[in-house]
């Protein structure tokens, strides 16, 4: 019923409660007590109980990342990775946007349910993402700033309003330029791509 803080909390506040009355009843009893030695004892009693608040307060649930999906140390990493080679020179919501639909296609059915299999998922033997594709998405170094976008895409930012796909028109073919805009909703345009939905 109660927690191990809870206890350990109680019991150094009990030693302290009993170490200050027989140090008052020794100093009042001998009359020569340190009042040096006394002060230390009530300091070390408060530090105590300080330590055993703050272990009670901080759990191992607070301190746990908690994520909107699922994801291994290998799926974390490829998600930086992919950002990076999508939209390193972008600003962070461009960076935000690329990792929010990785997610969301993670989340939807039609997709594999976790990142790796996502950005590495092919469709009539053509990958999804360019740097899968031309091998860039190995070369990148991750930024301070992709690794805080991931992490906070992680956490449930999302600015995409659903985005499912995402293309640099100026790099795209024709053909995939004109299949986009064939079999997709367009949402929006944000730095250097525009975003659609099914």
């Not at 790796?116 to 301070?144: L, M, R, W």
Request: glycine letters at 6%.
């Amino acid at each position: 019923m109660y927690s191990k803080s809870n206890i350990l909390l109680f019991i150094a506040y009990t030693v302290c409660t009993g170490l200050l009355i027989f140090s008052k009843q020794y100093e009042v009893q001998a009359g020569s007590v340190d009042s040096r030695e006394t002060v230390s004892v009530e300091t070390e009693c408060v530090e105590l109980a300080r330590l055993e608040s703050v272990e009670r307060i901080i759990s191992y649930e607070t301190m746990e990342q908690r994520f909107c999906i699922d994801v291994s140390e290998k799926d974390l990493e490829t998600l930086m990775r992919i950002v990076e080679a999508e939209a390193g020179g972008e600003d962070r919501k461009g960076k935000l946007l690329v990792a929010n639909v990785v997610i969301n296609r993670v989340r939807n059915k039609r997709f594999p349910n976790n990142v790796t299999d996502v950005v590495y998922q092919k469709a009539k033997n053509v990958t999804q993402f360019s740097p899968v594709s031309n091998g860039f998405i190995n070369q990148v170094k991750i930024s301070e700033e992709t690794r805080d976008v991931v992490y906070s895409a992680l956490k449930g930012e999302d600015v995409s309003n659903g985005a499912l796909f995402f293309m640099a028109r100026k790099l795209a073919s024709p053909e995939n330029a004109e299949w986009f805009d064939s079999n997709l909703t367009f949402l929006f345009s944000y730095g250097g791509h525009d975003f659609y939905t099914r």
